[in-house]
């Protein structure tokens, strides 16, 4: 079992900055493969970043270039710096994990309990 806790959701304004963290523990070889989702009102959860074991990183094309999605296996630690934010990516972010390549579809085995987003002026 992984264990993932996300944190650093919050309310921002537009054109600011906000870098989400995910905690993993418990059986973390089973954290190869990790990624970032959100889930808007209404909508389906839909992928925004991940990271795949060899450190190649995905995007979807409504963040490439203001979200980074990054990895620290010291500190079994995974992290999306969220720049340029729109009110369009107000959402629940959350984190997830599997030993399986997932790339940015939400079928991963492991999920944390969310994080919220809110871009608003």
């Known amino acids: 079992e992984v264990q993932l806790v996300e944190s650093g959701g919050g309310l921002v304004q537009p054109g600011g900055s906000l870098r989400l963290s995910c905690a993993a523990s418990g059986h973390t070889y089973s954290n190869s493969y990790m990624g970032w989702f959100r889930q808007a009102a209404g909508k389906e959860r839909e992928g925004v970043a991940a990271?795949?074991?060899?450190?190649?990183?995905y995007y979807a094309d409504s963040v490439k270039g203001r979200f980074t999605i990054s990895k620290d296996n010291a500190k079994n630690t995974l992290y999306l710096q969220m720049n340029s934010l729109k009110p369009e990516d107000t959402a629940m972010y959350y984190c997830?994990?599997?030993?399986?390549?997932?790339?940015?579809?939400?079928?991963?085995?492991?999920w944390g309990q969310g994080t919220q987003v809110t871009v608003s002026s």
């Open positions: 997830a994990a599997d030993r399986i390549w997932w790339w940015l579809l939400p079928k991963y085995k492991y």
């Open positions: 990271i795949d074991s060899g450190g190649t990183t």
